[in-house]
């Protein structure tokens, strides 16, 4: 499986500023997701990153709240913008790798704490 | 709207007993079933995946799909207490397209 960091792990940021999260992975993949795990909560899908193209949202999130790049096929970032407490999450990017068909690996996440 | 539905527990066995995970999901065409682990403060931990009727072991664990009553399970054989964590059941239609996710069950394996 590919081997995926995140940076930064965790951050904790004051209301009204933007935290931009990125996501590196060590060999090409097909797919790379955004998803936010709040406390206590499961998984939820915030977008589809697609490289050269606009990102895909769900239903619930906004390209100018989640603003989500992705330059080429081993890099993504996503910017949290004009935050709020609410925001607070685990921020978790996955990969499907070029040699899977739908494996979905994990990045090791950021946990973002807004005051 | 697509939906994957698990008990939260926690499920509480004692070690060396079988645990048993279970988890329905509502899209009849989904194709790819997946069980992750996610330890508290980690990301989730591929363990299982499963895409025709039956059982596939690894391990101690063995994953069970059965299509027509839209159910899939996780077995986990002599449970230790490193296995207590939250498992999380994942659901994808077609290759390529995200994982739609259940809540998790807290499983606890007591010493």
């Known amino acids: 499986s590919a081997v995926i960091s995140q940076k930064p792990s965790r951050d904790i940021c004051q209301r009204g500023t933007s935290l931009t999260i990125q996501c590196q992975v060590d060999s090409q993949v097909t797919m790379m997701f955004w998803y936010r795990q709040q406390p206590g909560q499961s998984l939820t899908l915030i977008a589809t990153?697609?490289?050269?193209?606009?990102?895909?949202?769900e239903s619930g999130f906004v390209i100018d709240k989640f603003p989500i790049s992705r330059p080429n096929l081993t890099f993504s970032t996503l910017t949290v913008s004009n935050m709020s407490p609410e925001d607070s999450s685990i921020y978790l990017c996955s990969v499907v790798g070029t040699g899977t068909t739908d494996t979905q690996y994990f990045g090791p996440g950021t946990r973002l704490t807004v005051l | 709207q697509k939906e994957v539905e698990q008990n939260s527990g926690p499920l509480s066995v004692p070690e060396g007993a079988i645990a048993s995970l279970n988890c329905t999901y509502s899209?009849?065409?989904?194709?790819?079933f997946f069980w992750y682990r996610q330890y508290s403060g980690k990301s989730p931990e591929l363990i299982m995946s499963?895409?025709?009727?039956g059982d596939k072991e690894d391990g101690r664990f063995t994953a069970q799909l059965n299509k027509a009553s839209q159910y899939v399970s996780l077995l986990i054989r002599d449970s230790q207490p490193s296995d207590s964590a939250t498992y999380l059941c994942a659901v994808t239609v077609q290759g390529n397209t995200p994982l739609v996710f259940g809540k998790g069950t807290r499983l606890s394996v007591i010493a």
């Open positions: 990153a697609n490289q050269g193209s606009e990102a895909t949202y």
């Open positions: 499963i895409y025709s009727n």
């Open positions: 899209d009849r065409v989904s194709q790819s």
